[in-house]
């Protein structure tokens, strides 16, 4: 895991904990999401920026303690007002967290292409019309449209991870008491490359399996 791969503050017994999950389109926020729906939490999918307070007001009245959101480009018009949308909850007394699922180009490439599915930003439509994209330049868009939330939250790295892998992992970072150390251990071929989440790598190739 990467430096920013620390346990995560627990959420406080008197606010809403909102957990905000976002990354690249293929990297698996889906698959988190529902890790955390399993763990108890009601998660949306999509929501758009221009609900976020009506949301969080909704679950508030309800007497909801977690809550779980995934937002990624397909928001793309509307995210430029999602991070003073998030302060401004902070300051009310939301305890939020943000995961941010980054996948290497090629993996991500690999997966579009086995599923057949359409970047969401392969086609846009701006005050110039409509522009078309293929993959490779619609992952690096994507990329530069996320980088803000990047910078601003926990990283994982998705390239090698199986979806019971990035489930189990979502989780114990969630329930991760405060000031305790989480260990996660996880085997990987070096023809892969490394895990670039990794803070430590130990090479054991010399032992017998």
């Known amino acids: 895991m990467d430096s920013k791969a620390t346990p995560l503050k627990p959420p406080s017994n ?54 779980a959101l995934a937002m990624d480009s397909r928001s793309a018009n509307s995210l430029p007002q999602l991070p003073q949308q998030l302060l401004t909850l902070k300051r009310s007394g939301t305890d939020i967290r943000t995961l941010f699922l980054d996948t290497k180009t090629q993996t991500l490439i690999q997966r579009f292409s086995e599923s057949r599915r359409r970047h969401p930003l392969s086609k846009t439509t701006n005050s110039e019309g409509d522009i078309e994209r293929d993959l490779m330049e619609s992952i690096e868009t994507e990329r530069e449209l996320l980088a803000q939330f990047r910078d601003q939250a926990h990283i994982i790295d998705t390239s090698l991870l199986k979806s019971s892998q990035l489930q189990s992992y979502v989780k114990s970072l969630v329930f991760a008491p405060q000031a305790q150390l989480t260990l996660i251990f996880e085997s990987f071929a070096f023809k892969r490359g490394i895990p670039v989440h990794a803070d430590y790598v130990f090479d054991v190739r010399m032992l017998p399996n």
Do not use: M
């Not at 763990?39 to 303690?65: H, I, K, M, T």
């Open 14 to 67: 008197t606010s809403l904990e909102l957990i905000l999950i976002t990354g690249l389109s293929g990297s698996g926020k889906s698959i988190a999401l529902k890790a955390l729906e399993d763990a108890g939490y009601y998660c949306v999918d999509n929501l758009p920026p221009e609900l976020l307070f009506e949301f969080v007001q909704l679950e508030r009245s309800r007497g909801a303690q977690r809550v």
